[in-house]
């Protein structure tokens, strides 16, 4: 009962505090000067992953628990995709991806590369010789992910014009000065880490009281825990009007988090953090890979038509989640 109610209080906190994190860092990148699309892409989508960062260095380091590290990364990858479901259910006036533009294509498709190289790891394992204790698959995660960032701002840049159309019509936050964002983050990023420092060893406790193991719950109750930032800010930004911060920030948080893996992969120090870990991490890689082609396909096509409450790209991201988490819970 301890566990559970520690659970819902970390959670509350990272609801709360992710959501206001999420807000001061929206007001800094507004008195920066910085575009919204780009805010998603790569400013908020490293704000909301910040839990993700501090539970999987904690649970490396302080926990011992690589299994709930790697089932955060790749369970909040799931749980990014199917929040894009869940904003078309948010979002009436039609579906979804008929709204957004077609550059969301380009951090998706990063996703993808960086998931399918997180798959070959894992599946060679201990084939793959390391660089002191890291995998070399790190190393190639930090540099796609910069090249990634680079990419989709010159993308970006070539639309400057929109940008300054944006940053003169829509700034919200002209009664709020920069000195009192910077406190309001600080303060707000403080509490986040600390509730995400709890969730490793509070998980730990769950998988073994439970019996449900450290895989399932890394990928599903942690997961979804450190992932509620990406609801908040996202399902906020919808109901804004802001379609693309909202998706860019998803897309944005996925790629943030195989960099994340890398930087567990740094504080692991027994070795090789893909060497140390459950196989059943490639059903989530292979889950997420399949519901962001889905997104892809989405953003391509436009349909107009729902299905109920769902387009039929929604419908389908959530299909392979309930899939995802039959099958982990199955060879748990």
Same mark, same amino acid.
């Given at each position: 009962?301890?566990?559970? $109610?520690? @659970?819902?209080?970390?959670?509350?906190?990272? =609801?709360?505090?992710?959501?206001?994190?999420?807000?001061?860092?929206?007001?800094?990148?507004?008195?920066?000067?910085?575009?919204?699309?780009?805010?998603?892409?790569? @400013?908020?989508?490293?704000?909301?992953?910040?839990?993700?960062? =501090?539970?999987?260095?904690?649970?490396?380091?302080?926990?011992?628990?690589?299994?709930?590290?790697?089932?955060?990364? $790749?369970?909040?990858?799931?749980?990014?995709? $199917?929040?894009?479901?869940?904003?078309?259910?948010?979002?009436?006036?039609?579906?979804?991806?008929?709204?957004?533009?077609?550059?969301? #294509?380009?951090?998706?498709? @990063?996703?993808? =590369?960086?998931?399918?190289? =997180?798959?070959?790891?894992?599946? &060679?394992?201990?084939?793959?010789?390391?660089?002191?204790?890291?995998?070399?698959?790190?190393?190639?995660?930090?540099?796609?992910?910069?090249?990634?960032?680079?990419?989709?701002?010159?993308?970006?840049?070539?639309?400057?014009?929109?940008f300054?159309?944006?940053?003169?019509?829509?700034?919200?936050?002209?009664?709020?000065?920069?000195?009192?964002? #910077? &406190?309001?983050?600080?303060?707000?990023?403080?509490?986040? #880490?600390?509730?995400?420092?709890?969730?490793?060893?509070?998980?730990?406790?769950?998988?073994?009281?439970?019996?449900?193991?450290?895989?399932?719950?890394?990928n599903?109750?942690?997961? *979804?825990?450190?992932s509620?930032?990406?609801?908040?800010?996202?399902?906020?930004?919808?109901?804004?009007?802001?379609?693309?911060?909202?998706?860019?920030? &998803?897309?944005?948080?996925?790629i943030?988090?195989?960099?994340?893996?890398?930087?567990?992969?740094? @504080?692991?120090?027994?070795?090789?953090?893909?060497?140390?870990?459950?196989?059943?991490?490639?059903i989530?890689?292979?889950?997420?890979?399949?519901?962001?082609?889905?997104a892809?396909?989405?953003?391509?096509?436009?349909?107009?038509?729902?299905?109920?409450?769902?387009?039929?790209?929604?419908?389908?991201?959530?299909? *392979?989640?309930?899939?995802?988490?039959?099958?982990?819970?199955?060879?748990?």
């Open positions: 009962m301890l566990l559970w $109610l520690g @659970f819902i209080i970390c959670t509350a906190l990272i =609801v709360y505090s992710g959501s206001k994190l999420s807000k001061y860092g929206d007001i800094i990148a507004e008195k920066t000067g910085l575009g919204r699309v780009w805010v998603g892409v790569v @400013f908020m989508a490293s704000v909301t992953s910040l839990p993700e960062l =501090v539970t999987g260095i904690s649970s490396v380091t302080y926990a011992g628990v690589p299994d709930i590290a790697v089932g955060d990364v $790749l369970g909040s990858c799931v749980f990014n995709m $199917l929040i894009l479901a869940f904003l078309d259910v948010v979002y009436r006036p039609m579906p979804i991806f008929a709204k957004a533009h077609h550059g969301h #294509i380009l951090s998706a498709g @990063f996703g993808i =590369v960086l998931l399918s190289i =997180v798959i070959v790891s894992l599946f &060679l394992k201990d084939n793959i010789l390391p660089l002191g204790w890291i995998g070399p698959y790190s190393l190639l995660f930090v540099v796609i992910y910069f090249i990634s960032m680079r990419l989709i701002y010159l993308y970006e840049k070539r639309k400057i014009d929109v300054k159309r944006q940053m003169t019509i829509e700034l919200q936050y002209e009664d709020i000065s920069t000195k009192t964002a #910077i &406190l309001n983050y600080s303060i707000n990023a403080f509490i986040v #880490i600390i509730a995400a420092i709890f969730l490793p060893k509070i998980g730990e406790g769950i998988a073994e009281t439970t019996g449900l193991g450290q895989t399932f719950v890394g599903i109750f942690i997961a *979804i825990s450190t509620l930032p990406e609801i908040v800010v996202s399902t906020a930004a919808v109901k804004m009007g802001a379609i693309n911060l909202a998706i860019g920030n &998803l897309f944005g948080s996925n943030f988090n195989i960099l994340i893996l890398a930087i567990d992969d740094i @504080f692991f120090i027994k070795g090789p953090i893909l060497s140390f870990v459950n196989a059943n991490h490639i989530s890689a292979l889950s997420a890979i399949a519901m962001t082609t889905i892809v396909i989405g953003l391509t096509y436009r349909t107009e038509k729902r299905l109920l409450f769902l387009a039929w790209d929604s419908l389908g991201i959530v299909l *392979i989640y309930v899939t995802n988490l039959m099958l982990l819970y199955m060879m748990r």
